[in-house]
Structure formats: C-alpha cells, structure tokens
C-alpha cells in the first residue's frame, strides 16, 4: 500500500477542495431550460433556478466526496489524483463520508423546499451517480449512459425547479449533447494513450472495451442526432415573435461549436470538458455567440 502523505493543507481548505468547485461549472446547465423558454429573467423563475444551480452544487460535491473515498487508493498511485484531499490524508474517511451525507441532506431538504419536482431531480441524480461511482464505473456503455444522465438531470432540473414544461425538443438536445460530451471525454483518453505509445497503470478498467474507432462512432452520431435535433428545436423557439429571426441564426454558431469541440476531442483534449471549453477561445466565442442569439429568439427581442 503506498504511503499517506499529508500534504499540509487545513481542514477547511481540504473540505473546500474535495468539493471540487471547479467543476461546479457543469451545473449551469440548469439555467437551460428556463432560458429556451424565454423566461429566465422573470423573478418568480430566476430565483428558483439559482437555487437549483446551488443545490446541484451540494449534491455534486457530495458524490465526488463518495467518489473519492472509494478511489483513494488507487489515486495515491495517480500521477495527478494523488493531490486530492482524501488521497493525500487532509481528509479523513469518516469526516468525508459524514461532510458526503450532510451535502446530500442538505440539497434534498433546500431542492424539496423550491420544489417537489427538484427534490426527485436530485434524487434521481444521486442515485445515477453513485451507482456509477459504487457499482458501474467499469461497464463500458453503461457508464457512458450514466455519466450523459448526470449532464441531462442537470438541464432537466431548471424547468423542474419552476415548473416549466420541457420541449422534447430540448431534452433530445440535452441528452444526446451529453452523450457526445461522454463519449469525448472517453476518446480523448482512450487517444493520450495511443498518442504515449502505453496503456497508463491507472486508466479506467472501462477503455479495455472500447476502440477509437467505436467511440469515434458514439460522438459523431450523438453530434449528429444533436445538431439535428438543435436544429428543429430552433424553429420551435423561433415561434416567439421577434424583430429578428434570432433563434434560426443561432444555428450556425451553435453547429460551429460542436465541430470546434470535435477538434478538441480529436486531438485527445476533452478529458476535462470544462477545461477544454475554458482553454479554447474560438470554442469560447462561438458559445457566446450562440447563447446571445439564442437568447435573443428565446426572449422574443
């Protein structure tokens, strides 16, 4: 067994760390939904949907927690990993699964107090990702599905948050959107091996079922199924009256980015999608091009 080494940090920095705040960014996606249906900015929708984006945060960081306790092991043994707070023995393994549990408590009680919807969303949640963290992190494709399911819940949970019905439409988007990211990420490190030449000592035990070729496959047919689906959806939105046809121009940035990001997937960068976006500023514009004239249409501007 490797040896622990405390690398010194104080229990609250090591609490704040464990909770990954950085990847607290995937949450807003839970303004999605009220945004497509134009009404993102109403207060009685706005203020439940910025509970939402707080309660996903608690829950999120309650599995990592889970997460992390499970691995600690086999990260102590990771070239990067071996940092995280329960790995290096900042954190001790009953301290996090009672922080774990208090995260957890806490989102269900806040999320059913916006609302009932909200409170099912986490929970569904919770349990997709700790069956995938506990139990299914090994089984190819399934693991794929349940890490798109936590993207998706994501989106979902927006318009569970205040009362908003969801367009088919958008959850054909949001799910196949998460597929292609899934499936990228796992491309990309299946791709840094083939690049280095080896199969790292600590890759996942899934990649041993996939190829490139396969998962090259899962992306370009989930972007695919994406674009088309953003594409209808687009039109849908678009009948909102506005001074402009902002929601169908919103077509063209937004099939820009998923071709921007197949590039990064190709080249073996995606394993973070958070910090592939962050890191490519033309992804960056393009996204931003794109929520602005979606926005626009969805408002009725």
Sequence with gaps: MTQVKDSGR????????????????KNVLVFAAPLAAGQLFEVDIFWPSVGAFIVFCLISSATYLINDIKDRESDREHPTKYRRPIAAGDLSVPLALAFAAFLGAVSLVVAYLIAPALAGVVL?????????????????????????????LRAVAGGAASGIPIS????????FGSLFMAAGKRYSELKREEIAGSKSENR???????????????????????????????????ATPSTFPWAEWSVLPFVL??????????????????????????????????????????LGV
Excluded: C, N
């Design 124 to 152: 569904a949640y919770a349990v997709f990702t700790l069956s995938y963290s506990l139990l299914l992190k090994h089984e190819p494709v399934i693991e794929l599905a349940l890490l798109s399911m936590g993207f998706l």
């Design 257 to 298: 980015a998923i071709l921007r990001y197949g590039i990064v997937i190709d080249r073996g960068d995606a394993e973070a999608p958070e910090d592939a976006v962050i890191a490519d500023k033309a992804l960056l514009v393009l996204g931003a091009s794109w929520l602005l004239l979606f926005a626009l249409g969805a």
């Design 168 to 175: 088919q439409w958008f959850l054909i988007v949001a799910g």
């Design 204 to 238: 996942r035990k899934s990649l041993d079922g996939y190829s490139l070729g396969y998962l090259r496959f899962v992306w370009g047919t989930a972007a695919a199924v994406t674009i088309m689906g953003y594409a209808l959806w687009s039109f849908d939105v678009a």
């Design 10 to 25: 104080s229990l609250p920095v090591a609490l704040i760390a464990a909770m990954r705040p950085r990847q607290w960014t």
